[in-house]
Structure formats: structure tokens, C-alpha cells
């Protein structure tokens, strides 16, 4: 029987809770979704595995509140981080409640550039991450080739690109998957696919206690993209290699947080998986 690892794709990690008093979409959306902590540790460990020594220079692509940025120069005085996105108005919410939060110096090590991932002028990182799918939004192949290429020229000799991908038979229908928290109810709505384009429509709502739920807080308009499609591309963009890490599973078929890297996959109804690029 075919394993459902990933009943919440969009919220594998984090679940902590807190009272907020006004509703933020973006402190729902962190604490249903993100784990900034747990990407910086992925992204060392990984370097680490396939480059030897330690990253510096982090960049995160699609950074919007550039939460990764502000845990990777927290972990190290030596750490450095850039973040690219296009949005003012998650980088304005990020200076205001993420790296404020940061001393002076360690806030002196982050720079944060609002332009396109495609063609922004950042120097040269270690290690890039683009994660939460976020270049699902790229539909073309020729967009995607871009973004990879300049992902790639992005890095210094030894870095590594780290991005993540979904999928599964439970991606290629409509459906709503939920997660209760103490405080509120996050909802993971996928509202179409079609196979024709494998383009799909998500939306995430949010549902506090004792209040009507807020529909549509964000919606992501993607290309499912399959791994040996990204693969391909990053190889036509210049990585010289390329791995898959695969999430392990527990005895009752859920994902256990832990990603190996593997060289074949097995069935599964809904995974995540990060695809990883040497430069
Ligand atoms: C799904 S959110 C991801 C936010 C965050 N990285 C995360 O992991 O949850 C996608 C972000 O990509 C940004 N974005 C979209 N197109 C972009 C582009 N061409 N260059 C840079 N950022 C872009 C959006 O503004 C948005 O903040």
C-alpha cells in the first residue's frame, strides 16, 4: 500500500503556540509552516556532507520575511546572509519583527535586496536556499532554466543549491488537509490540478478559535513540477551534480522529519523532498 507521508505539505515542521491578540497572517503562516532553525541545520549539515567544512554566506531566495536569514547569522559570528524577494511588504514585516529582534551586529550581517531572484546582484554565497516551493510560481521551462542558471552562478566554487519539491497521486486532485493547534486550525486547500498543464491552485486559510475562518489568507498559482524534471534543469544550468534527499518514515507510514539522501524513492500518496544541486 502506497504511504501518505505528507498529509500537510505545507507543514511539516514547527508547532508551537502562543496567543496572539490581532490576527498577523505572517506569525500564523511561521508557526504553521516554518522552521528557520531546521533549515539552517539542513543547509550546514548538508554542506557539510557534500562540500566538507562549514558555509558562511547563506542566501535565501524568495525570502519574504527572511526568517532564515536572521536564524543563520544568530547560530555563528562568521555567518552571513542575504536575502532576494521581490515584496516589500514581507521584508517590511521581517525588519520589524525578525531582525529587530537581533542584535546590532548580528543584524549588520544580513542584507536583504527587494528585487527578482532572476536577475538580482547579490555576491557569491555558500549555500543558497529556495524553499517551500517556492519557484513552482515559475511555469515556463525557459523561466526555470533562468532561475537555475543564476542559482548556480550564484554560489561560490564548493556551494550548494538546496530547494524542495512535492508530490504525489494526492497532488493531482483537489483537496483540504487540515492541522489543529492549540490556538488555531491551519488549512492546506488544494482547489484544482490539471493534468494537461500539471499546473495547480492552492490556498492556505486560517481558522482562530471562536472566530469565522479567513479564506484565502495566502494562494499559490504553481507548476507541479516532478524531481527528474528538476534535476534535468539544474544540470542543463551548470550543477554538476545533483541529489535527492528522501524523507525516512515511521512505522505508521508518516514522514519522520529525517532526509537521507537516496538514489531511488519509493511509492508514496504525498511526499516532500529536497533537491540539491553541487555547483
Ligand atoms: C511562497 S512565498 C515563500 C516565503 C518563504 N521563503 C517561505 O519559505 O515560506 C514566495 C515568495 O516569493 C516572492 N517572489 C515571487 N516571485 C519572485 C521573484 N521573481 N524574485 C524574488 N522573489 C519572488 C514572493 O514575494 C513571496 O514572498
Known amino acids: 500500500m502506497a504511504k501518505d507521508k505528507k498529509k500537510n505539505k505545507k507543514n511539516r515542521k514547527n508547532k508551537k503556540s502562543g496567543k496572539l491578540e490581532a490576527f498577523d497572517k505572517y506569525a500564523y503562516y511561521i508557526r504553521a509552516v516554518q522552521s528557520p532553525e531546521v533549515d539552517c541545520q539542513f543547509a550546514s549539515d548538508t554542506y557539510k556532507e557534500l562540500s566538507g567544512g562549514r558555509p558562511r554566506i547563506l542566501r535565501e531566495d524568495f525570502c519574504g520575511t527572511f526568517g532564515i ?115 488555531f486550525t491551519y488549512f492546506w486547500e488544494q482547489k484544482s490540478f490539471d493534468p494537461v498543464t500539471n499546473e495547480a491552485l492552492f490556498h492556505i486559510h486560517f481558522k482562530r478559535k471562536g472566530e469565522k475562518a479567513r479564506r484565502k489568507v495566502f494562494t499559490y498559482d504553481w507548476r507541479m513540477w516532478t524531481i527528474p524534471e528538476l534535476r534535468e534543469l539544474m544540470a542543463e544550468a551548470g550543477f554538476k551534480r545533483t541529489h535527492v534527499y528522501w524523507e525516512g518514515t515511521t512505522r505508521s507510514g508518516e514522514g519522520n522529519g529525517e532526509f537521507k539522501r537516496v538514489e531511488k524513492g519509493e511509492e508514496c500518496d504525498g511526499w516532500v523532498a529536497y533537491i540539491v544541486g553541487e555547483a
Not at 109 to 115: L, N, P, S
Not at 121 to 131: E, F, G, M, N, Y
Not at 143 to 152: I, T, V
Request: net charge neutral; glycine share 6%.
Open 69 to 183: 536569514c536572521c536564524a543563520w547569522v544568530r547560530r555563528n559570528k562568521a555567518n552571513r546572509a542575504i536575502g532576494i524577494d521581490l515584496d516589500n511588504e514581507p521584508i517590511t514585516y521581517g525588519t520589524e519583527h525578525y531582525l529587530s529582534e537581533l542584535s546590532e551586529e548580528q543584524a549588520s550581517r544580513v542584507t536583504i535586496k527587494q528585487a527578482s531572484v532572476l536577475d538580482a546582484r547579490v555576491p557569491k554565497a555558500d549555500v543558497t536556499l529556495a524553499l517551500n516551493f517556492s519557484f513552482f510560481l515559475f511555469k515556463k521551462r525557459a523561466e526555470l532554466l533562468q532561475y537555475f542558471k543564476r542559482a548556480h552562478a550564484g554560489l561560490s566554487p564548493k556551494g550548494v543549491f538546496i530547494t524542495d519539491a512535492f508530490g504525489g497521486k494526492d497532488c493531482q486532485e483537489g483537496n483540504m488537509e487540515h492541522t489543529k493547534f492549540e490556538d
